[in-house]
């Protein structure tokens, strides 16, 4: 089950996501924030889209607003705009010196 593990703003109304897959990619709101609900229209609001915060591995909002991991990772997949991170070691091993 993928879940959202990170999240780090990227510009007006777009966010960094970091999926527990290892994977992360740019996701931009613009498109929710035009639907203009009752639930999407404070999102217009830098100061409020700011407010976003990871609950139980979903994107989510004080307002209740939460999006599906799994439905956010596809979409960026879809979209090619998907990367996995690189493998990163902070004890190296002493034959790859």
Do not use: C, V
């Not at 639907?35 to 909002?61: C, H, K, M, Q, V």
């Amino acid at each position: 089950m993928i879940k959202i593990i990170a999240i780090s703003a990227a510009g007006e109304s777009r966010l960094e996501l970091t999926f527990s897959d290892g994977s992360h990619g740019i996701w931009s709101a613009a498109a929710l924030i035009a639907r203009d609900t009752s639930l999407t229209r404070p999102l217009a609001d830098p100061a409020y889209f700011a407010r976003a915060f990871i609950e139980s591995g979903a994107l989510a909002w004080p307002n209740g607003l939460e999006l599906s991991p799994h439905a956010l990772h596809l979409r960026l997949e879809e979209a090619g705009q998907l990367a996995l991170r690189a493998a990163r070691s902070d004890n190296p091993r002493p034959w790859d010196a």
